[in-house]
């Protein structure tokens, strides 16, 4: 069973670095991602990663956010620089049933509770 356990939440200034974590309960040969849901909004996609290495971002986190992945440890992480105030979310990590990364969320069966990310101005 995948059990996937976010860390590294908090509350920064707009501007500051947070970096995120999921460690899962075994090897994750499949894609992984970051997602994240503000209140009243749906929830996105921020950024994932193949098994390959192959990385994607949301055009709204381009440029600020790193997604990569350390498969000795069975850890995800999220490096999050510049953060802004409209980053202000439940961020989740995720695991795909595939090891091709979609832009599905169903793709995903594995979810964590999720960490907050709270940006002041």
């Known amino acids: 069973q995948v059990r996937p356990v976010e860390s590294g939440g908090g509350s920064v200034q707009a501007g500051g670095s947070l970096r995120l974590s999921c460690t899962t309960s075994?090897?994750?040969?499949?894609?992984m991602g970051w997602f994240r849901q503000a209140p009243g909004k749906e929830r996105e996609r921020v950024a994932s990663?193949?098994?390959?290495?192959?990385?994607s971002y949301a055009d709204s986190v381009k440029g600020r956010f790193t997604i990569s992945q350390d498969n000795a440890k069975n850890t995800l992480y999220l490096q999050m620089n510049s953060l802004k105030p409209e980053d202000t979310a439940m961020y989740y990590c995720?695991?795909?049933?595939?090891?091709?990364?979609?832009?599905?969320?169903?793709?995903?069966?594995?979810w964590g509770q999720g960490t907050q990310v709270t940006v002041s101005s």
């Open positions: 995720a695991v795909s049933a595939w090891p091709q990364c979609t832009s599905s969320q169903g793709a995903y069966h594995y």
């Open positions: 075994g090897y994750i040969m499949n894609c």
């Open positions: 990663i193949d098994m390959k290495g192959m990385t």
